[in-house]
């Protein structure tokens, strides 16, 4: 059975997913739009950088991500400065490690339904004088509403199984950053197959409950870019 120890690192994983899922759409999607739209040379550089943690190892992403946000790097120097401290075992930490982590799989579908949608649609917005802001949330937004379906399940489910990023990032504290990848982690390392078992099954149905479910509401539509 589920320990209370279990019941609280599924609580913080769920809520680190959220406010991470909540934060790449907000960022992804003027990204990805940008993406699909522009002919800038700075565009194979951007696909790169953002494109990155789709085959580099967490753990390197993780060590960097240290680096730069601990005392002595850019990122740690400009939070010190802003009275904010440092990231590195925090929430905040956390939730930032995870949004680069996973940012590709909530801008890759994105882009790729923003391209899907063609001209036609923009120009017959523009002939009726729509402004760019209503035509992105009166026309973009609705014919690209898979997409954003695929984005946010794929984010969340993604930053739910994280485990190198967050471990060097978050480290191991309770309550605090411990989440369930670092919790089955743990069991195993204490020899707790039994309660290993039962966190590592929640998270086995969970992960391919929400799958089953995405790829049911996208059956009857075109998939544009699917990255699993």
């Known amino acids: 059975m589920l320990t209370s120890a279990d019941l609280d690192t599924l609580f913080l994983t769920v809520k680190v ?37 789709l085959v580099l190892p967490p753990t390197v992403l993780g060590f960097y991500l240290l680096v730069l946000m601990g005392p002595a790097g850019a990122i740690g120097e400009l939070t010190s400065w802003l009275g ?36 036609q649609p923009l120009e017959a917005a523009a ?20 997409g954003f379906l695929t984005a946010t399940i794929l984010g969340f489910t993604h930053t739910v199984g994280e485990f190198g990023v967050v471990l060097m990032i978050g480290g191991n504290i309770p309550d605090k950053t411990r989440v369930v990848s670092v919790q089955i982690y743990n069991h195993v390392e204490a020899l707790e197959y039994s309660e290993a078992h039962w966190l590592a099954g929640c998270l086995l149905a969970f992960s391919f409950t929400v799958l089953l479910a995405l790829y049911s509401l996208l059956k009857t539509q075109p998939v544009t870019h699917p990255l699993k």
């Open 84 to 119: 904010l401290g440092t990231l590195p075992f925090t929430f905040a930490g956390l939730v930032v490690a995870s949004v680069l982590y996973s940012m590709p799989f909530v801008v890759q579908p994105l882009q790729a339904a923003f391209t899907s949608i063609g001209e």
């Open 17 to 53: 997913a959220s406010l991470a899922t909540f934060l790449m759409l907000l960022l992804g999607t003027p990204l990805a739009w940008w993406l699909a739209r522009t002919r800038s040379a700075w565009k194979g550089l951007i696909n790169a950088v953002v494109s990155l943690p």
């Open 127 to 146: 002939t009726l004088r729509a402004s760019p802001f209503d035509t992105f949330f009166s026309v973009v937004v609705p014919l690209a509403k898979p």
